[in-house]
T-cell receptor
Framework: DSGVTQTPKHLITATGQRVTLRCSPRSGDLSVYWYQQSLDQGLQFLIHYYNGEERAKGNILERFSAQQFPDLHSELNLSSLELGDSALYFC?????????????FGEGSRLTVL | AQTVTQSQPEMSVQEAETVTLSCTYDTSENNYYLFWYKQPPSRQMILVIRQEAYKQQNATENRFSVNFQKAAKSFSLKISDSQLGDTAMYFCAQGGTSYGKLTFGQGTILTVHP
């Protein structure tokens, strides 16, 4: 158990809909990262938050947004969903904002868009 | 920009044998970290081993060891005495000290046969 909690574990929805994925980082970790893993692909970095502030953006679509709340949990909002958004979405956390070591991953939220 | 390349989409090995997974990377950072993560069928991302670029000594973790060639920007993973539980997707990843996110390769599917 990495200590990172993601909900929901599975989500099935229709095209055009909006969903929210939630992540609680390990106790004490200030950084949260979101990654997308599509079928047969590696992990694509979406966005990084550190202590409530956006630190870095990767290949995140404009239809997607994220935030980190004062209690350090984070939410990834996906709107106007398309079939291609079907993927496993990982949240990871680390203690610091800089690269001092490994990321601890949650179990992922599997999104299926029909 | 950082890139990580894993040139072996799939590998297989017999139980108790040794296998080496390849990884090359490119970065303009002077200080960085390299990682191998394992993703079993459960889809959980599990850290296997980590290497700090400023350390010349290759990291080892029980049956797992790396061959880190900094000048060649190569970071291979050797698994000795392979076990059935080693069957998984393996991802090579690189992170810098000036930022927290990790850049992942496309992954290598390793199958250990009895």
């Amino acid at each position: 158990d990495s200590g990172v909690t993601q909900t929901p574990k599975h989500l099935i929805t229709a095209t055009g809909q909006r969903v929210t994925l939630r992540c609680s980082p390990r106790s004490g970790d200030l950084s949260v990262y979101w990654y997308q893993q599509s079928l047969d692909q590696g992990l694509q970095f979406l966005i990084h938050y550190y202590n409530g502030e956006e630190r870095a953006k990767g290949n995140i679509l404009e239809r997607f947004s994220a935030q980190q709340f004062p209690d350090l949990h984070s939410e990834l909002n996906l709107s106007s969903l398309e079939l291609g958004d079907s993927a496993l979405y990982f949240c990871a956390s680390s203690a610091h904002g800089g690269g001092t070591g490994e990321l601890f991953f949650g179990e992922g939220s599997r999104l299926t868009v029909l | 920009a950082q890139t990580v390349t894993q040139s072996q989409p799939e590998m297989s090995v017999q139980e108790a044998e040794t296998v080496t997974l390849s990884c090359t990377y490119d970065t303009s950072e002077n200080n960085y970290y390299l990682f191998w993560y394992k993703q079993p069928p459960s889809r959980q991302m599990i850290l296997v081993i980590r290497q700090e670029a400023y350390k010349q000594q290759n990291a080892t973790e029980n049956r797992f060891s790396v061959n880190f060639q900094k000048a060649a920007k190569s970071f291979s993973l050797k698994i000795s005495d392979s076990q059935l539980g080693d069957t998984a997707m393996y991802f090579c990843a690189q992170g810098g000290t000036s930022y927290g996110k990790l850049t992942f390769g496309q992954g290598t599917i390793l199958t250990v046969h009895p």
